[in-house]
């Protein structure tokens, strides 16, 4: 019985790593077949021509830009120190969403990892450590002037003004003051970065299951209607 049990045991341990290995190689599948993976084995516009390493366009494990905000964070932060603030009359941006932080990483937010690439006005290169494989910053092809963000939907520019808010708290008091918005304490798809919305509240970088990294199919508005009820 003992002799069963312990090799019971070890089959549970056995598949249970199994199980990790096929989610971390689902993971690593995710992101490389998407317009996010600017290596040389990149299917995008925008790509590499010599650098083989995926991952490190945004992160690296030794000498990142440090900030207990970013993930290991590896591609040069914009210099625009403020990109506008959407007002109506229902959302004062003006006295809600907090400054997004510029070149400045101890205050630098989420969504100032996603327009460092996408304000376009960073070469999509201009890393902080690139790879030891290449000892500098990759070639690229496919980019704009300068090798920022090539002009489209992609390149959203500096002025946020006619853009869905970022970097505002979605907190209970924001929620008793509009009717419009359902309770944060039930999102579920979407995700608050520290009770803030932020671009990747909306958007997840590593998967393109839906169009635009959308975190939830969009269709017949779901995605909005995670947090507004009208």
Sequence with gaps: MKIRLKFLSSSLSAAALIGMLAAAGAAHASISSTKHNLSINGTGTVHSTNETEICIFCHTPHQAIKND????????????????????????????????????????????????????????????????????????????????????????????????????????????ADSSLNDPAGLTGVRLFNGYVQCASCHDPHESTNPTFLRVDNSGSALCLKCHNK
């Design 69 to 176: 905000n970013i993930p290991l964070w590896n591609h040069t932060l914009s210099s625009e120190a403020s990109y506008g603030v959407y007002t109506s009359p229902t959302f004062d941006g003006a006295s809600t969403i907090q400054d997004l932080g510029g070149t400045d990483a101890t205050t630098a937010a989420v969504s100032n990892l996603c327009l460092s690439c996408h304000d376009g006005t960073i070469a999509i290169n201009s890393l902080n450590n690139p790879s030891n494989a290449t000892g500098a910053n990759p070639t690229m092809v496919g980019t704009g002037t300068g090798g920022v963000m090539p002009a489209g939907t992609s390149n959203i520019g500096n002025d946020l003004t006619d853009d869905h808010p970022v970097n505002f708290r979605y907190d209970a008091a924001l929620y008793a």
